[in-house]
Each structure stands twice: as C-alpha cells, then as structure tokens.
C-alpha cells in the first residue's frame, strides 16, 4: 500500500488488517508471522 498515511482513512484501514492478520490461526487464512520495524528516519516510512 504506498502512501498509505496520506489519509486517516487509509491508515486506519492498514491497521486494522495488519492487527488482523497478527491475531488469525486458520489453515485457509495467511497469517502475520513477522513484521518490520520502519528505518530510524521516519519520514521515509511512507508504505507498507
């Protein structure tokens, strides 16, 4: 997702999938097994 704090809308709805894929555990469903931590300059964090 690129500019995906470019609105409250959209970062609210990348959150709420990652949260989403951190918590399901269901053969049929991919899950989040690891995620990274953005580089220490924050400003260049503008995807996901």
Not at 25 to 45: G, K, T
């Amino acid at each position: 997702m690129p500019h995906v704090f470019q609105s409250v809308v959209a970062a609210r709805r990348a959150f709420r999938e990652i949260k989403m894929l951190c918590t399901f555990r269901h053969d049929n469903i991919l899950q989040a097994v690891d995620i990274l931590q953005p580089p220490s300059q924050i400003e260049l964090f503008n995807e996901v």
